[in-house]
Structure formats: C-alpha cells, structure tokens
C-alpha cells in the first residue's frame, strides 16, 4: 500500500493498543547510574484493520518500543493501553504477572526474530501448542484437542514450506530461515487482536516472504491490529496501512546519574 496512506483502517472507532505519554529510559547501573533515555512522550493508537510500520534506522528503539507494548520492559512514564480478547482493557503500566500471562495467551502475538522454545519438542508440537487453550466466550479455558491442533499445525508447516522430514525434529537443530518460519507459524496459527511483528522476513527467501505478506493482510482483513518492524522497504510497502517514524519519539538529552533508579535497567 501507498506511504501516504495515512488514515487507519479501522474496524472500530476503539484502538486496539493506544499509548498515552509514554516514556522509556534505561539506568546504566555498571556506569554510575547513567540514564539512557530512549523515548520521550509517545502517543499512538493502533485499531483493529491496520498495520502500522514503524520506520526509521537501527538503534532507533523500535524493538524496545514493541517489548514495551510486549511488556518485557515497564515505562518509565506514560500509559500502554490494550484491549483484550475478552473486551476489557488492560493496563500495562500496572498490570499483574497474571493478566500479562493471558495477555500473552490470549490478545498479543509476538513474530521475533528468534525461536525460544523448549529444546527437544518436535516441530510440530511447537507450532501446535498455542491452540491447546483458548477462550470460550464467557472467558473460560478450553483444551483443543491435541490430534486438531496438530492437524492445523501440519497445514501451517506446509504452506510456510517446512518440509515434512523435519516436523519430527526439534526445531533447534534447523537453519536459521527454517527456524523463523517455524516462530511465524507458532505465532500466528492462534489468531489474536494483537500481532507485533519484529523482522519477521529478515532470513526468509522471496518465496516465504510472499507467504509471509499474505499472512499479515489475512490477520488485518480479519480484523486484527499490526504493528511491526521491516527493513526491507519492499515488505514494509506491501504491508503498511500507515507508517510512523520513530525518530518523532527519541529524546536527545545527555546521560545523566540517575536519583532514584527505577524499572527494568539495560
């Protein structure tokens, strides 16, 4: 899609991830306290139906701006909203262990660069898992078959071009673009209405790329809410409802000692 195509496409007029004042800086305890500001003030919204690009060059913060919206790291100020799959909204600033668990679980798909999982699972239980539990819509946890759930797992290894010998094999034993494609697919095979996506081609080939593509328009026709990270200026065209530039969001002040050191520190 166009560059200019600056308005969103919503499904509704409530955001799925809004980020009110939000402001990131690290204290750099192993030099005296410094403080690394990183953010300074971000407002965003991101509604169901859009894809949001953030633009700008490496060391800009836009990973840590997404594991901010992940939750790895807390704010130093400001607010991160998101609504959850079961229509309430959470609070990330604040929110408990558990309701970031079923974040996680339920409302936030994370596509990282890297395959964390348990060594010596197979494939294709990897890709399975996610759709284990769900949510029936009084909120309740649901256990999903296993023989379905690998039954969707085997029709996602196929369309991302897994070969069948390995679905067996731990995927810790695969190449680093069959490992992505393997963290794509786990990520993915749930749906949920809140997908960040940190490189998500960036070891994958034309072909799987393409796949890729075709699967984040399906997420966003269906309703879901991307925010994501491309280097490739193809693939960030190609996806792109609306792109912002990081760059807007940095403070340039000098490191100073921290007073009163806080948070999650680099």
């Not at 604040?94 to 936030?108: C, D, F, K, N, Q």
């Not at 256990?143 to 731990?170: D, F, K, M, N, Y």
């Not at 949920?192 to 997420?219: F, G, K, Y």
Request: aromatic content about 4%.
């Amino acid at each position: 899609m166009s560059q200019d195509m600056n308005s969103a496409v919503a499904t509704d007029t409530l955001p799925m991830l809004s980020l009110r004042g939000v402001s990131k800086r690290f204290v750099l305890h192993h030099q005296h306290g410094a403080v690394l500001p990183v953010f300074d003030r971000v407002d965003l919204d991101v509604h169901g139906g859009e894809c949001v690009v953030l633009d700008g060059p490496s060391g800009m913060g836009k990973s840590t701006l997404l594991k901010l919206v992940y939750a790895n790291y807390r704010p130093s100020a400001g607010e991160i909203r998101v609504r959850s799959a079961t229509g309430g909204v959470v609070n990330l600033s604040v929110a408990t262990p558990g309701e970031l668990v079923s974040l996680r679980r339920h409302t936030i798909g994370y596509v990282s660069q890297f395959l964390r999982v348990i060594p010596r699972v197979p494939a294709l239980d990897v890709v399975a898992e996610p759709l284990i539990e769900d949510l029936t819509g009084d909120g309740q946890a649901v256990v999903l078959g296993r023989e379905a759930a690998r039954e969707q797992a085997r029709e996602w290894l196929t369309r991302l071009r897994i070969p069948e010998r390995l679905w067996s094999l731990p995927p810790a034993t695969f190449s680093g673009g069959e490992q992505q494609r393997i963290n794509i697919a786990r990520s993915l095979i749930k749906p949920r209405p809140l997908l960040l996506l940190d490189e998500p081609t960036a070891s994958l080939d034309q072909a799987n790329t393409r796949t890729v593509i075709e699967l984040i328009d399906e997420a966003r026709s269906a309703g879901a809410a991307l925010l994501g990270i491309f280097h490739d200026g193809q693939v960030a065209e190609a996806v792109a409802t609306r792109r912002v530039a990081v760059a807007s969001f940095r403070t340039h002040p000098p490191a100073t000692p921290a007073t009163h050191p806080e948070g999650v520190t680099a």
